[in-house]
Each structure stands twice: as structure tokens, then as C-alpha cells.
């Protein structure tokens, strides 16, 4: 499957209102095709924010609880017509099959991604909670339980990218948070690459938040993101 450049984009709505939301919506939708809805803005804003989304919408609500709710609110999720959902790994194996079957059998349905380690963590910050596996290992066993529980894919910092598309093959979806074009701030994400380098490790979408919407152009910083995503993945096919 070959991903058109314009499409492996998602531009993180991290707002916190729908009327500011559906407005960076219409400004950047003649370059850029997908939007995150995350739970700042969901949270402000409920199911409704949908209705002024055009495009593509990545709900990015991270869902981690006992299975039958993760299930319930899967189902609910469904009924907005997301392209994309997620979980997160670490709500364990059964969890994870109960949410695929559930996503699965939604028509039409969302691909659910499985979230791993997010991009705000470093080595130590897991050590201090109890996490003694080193980053990449604990982020390559997440990434192996959700895939063999059903999940179509994981969300994964772009450095850990590289090796689970080793381990794991190519047929699974990796969303790649943290990603910071060279000339934006990193602000508080520790795990981050350029998109060039997202594109290049193995990511099918890149998100992209503040450095688009803080930057003096915003749609012409959505398009230079666009552009170095062409240039790092032209001839590359899924």
C-alpha cells in the first residue's frame, strides 16, 4: 500500500474549544488531510467537535480501563466515523483482544492503534515507576502483545520505529508522536525526530501539533512538513 505524502500527516488540534478547533481546521484543510482530536479538546468540547472536522480524524483518547468499558467506549468512538483510535498497550492482552473484536466488528470501522510508551517518557522516568526494561525492549513487547491481540498497529516514538518494524515486519500501522521539524521547538516531548527521519524509520503517519500551529505561517509550515515527508518517502511502498 503506498500512503500519498499529503496523507501521512496529522496535525494535533490540541485546542480547547470546537469553535477554535473547527477554524484551524478550515485554515489548514487545503494542505493538510487528517487532524487529532485529543482529550483536551474532546474534553472541552464532546462528540460535537466532530461536525466541523472535514477530514480524516485521529481520536486520540487513549483509552485504559477494565475491558468492558475500553470496549464500550470503543463502540461509542465507532459511531463518530474516526479513521483512527486507540488504546493503551498497557492495559494488557486481554483487554487488547476485546477491543480489536469490538473495532472489528464496527462498519464502517476505525483502525485501532495501541499506544506504547509516549514520547514525554525517558528511561529513568520509567525506572523511577517500576519499569526496569530498558525503553526500546518495553516498547518492542507492547508493540508484540498488540499485535497478536488484533490491534492494526501502535503508536511509537519515532526512534523506536526502526526496530519494530525489524521485529514485527511491515503489515501493522506505526503513528509516530514527538515528531519536531528541524526548525520548531521540542517543547516538553524527550523522544523526537525530524519528519524526514519519522518517514525514513518506518512511521505511516506523523503528528505534528505546536510547530505547525505556533508557527507565523501555519499553513505553509503544514506544507514544508508535507514537503520533507515527500522527499524522505518518495518510492517507498506498504
Aim: charged content about 25%; proline content about 9%.
Amino acid at each position: 500500500m503506498r500512503l500519498p505524502s499529503e496523507e501521512r500527516l496529522i496535525v494535533a488540534l490540541d485546542v480547547p474549544a470546537a469553535p477554535e478547533a473547527a477554524r484551524w481546521a478550515k485554515r489548514l484543510s487545503p494542505a493538510v488531510k487528517h487532524f487529532k482530536i485529543g482529550l483536551e479538546l474532546f474534553t472541552g468540547g464532546g462528540p460535537a467537535v466532530f461536525k466541523n472536522i472535514p477530514n480524516g480524524v485521529f481520536l486520540d483518547l487513549k483509552f485504559f480501563d477494565i475491558p468492558n468499558t475500553m470496549v464500550g467506549a470503543l463502540n461509542a468512538a465507532a459511531s463518530l466515523n474516526p479513521f483512527l483510535v486507540n488504546v493503551h498497550a498497557l492495559a494488557g492482552p486481554a483487554a487488547l483482544e476485546q477491543c480489536a473484536r469490538a473495532v472489528k466488528s464496527q462498519r464502517p470501522r476505525p483502525r485501532l492503534l495501541a499506544v506504547t510508551i509516549l514520547t514525554s517518557f525517558t528511561g529513568p522516568e520509567l525506572r523511577k515507576i517500576g519499569v526496569n526494561v530498558p525503553m526500546e525492549k518495553m516498547v518492542s513487547r507492547l508493540c508484540g502483545i498488540a499485535l497478536e491481540a488484533g490491534c492494526d498497529g501502535v503508536v511509537a516514538s519515532p526512534l523506536e520505529a526502526p526496530r519494530l518494524r525489524k521485529e514485527y515486519g511491515k503489515k501493522f500501522l506505526i503513528v509516530t508522536p514527538g515528531v519536531r521539524p528541524a526548525w520548531s521547538a521540542k517543547n516538553d516531548q524527550q523522544r523526537v525526530a525530524t519528519p524526514a527521519e519519522a518517514i525514513r524509520n518506518g512511521a505511516d503517519y506523523i503528528v505534528v501539533g505546536r510547530p505547525i500551529l505556533a508557527a507565523p505561517k501555519p499553513l505553509e509550515a503544514a506544507r514544508m512538513v508535507i514537503e520533507e515527508i515527500r522527499r524522505a518517502g518518495r518510492g517507498q511502498k506498504r
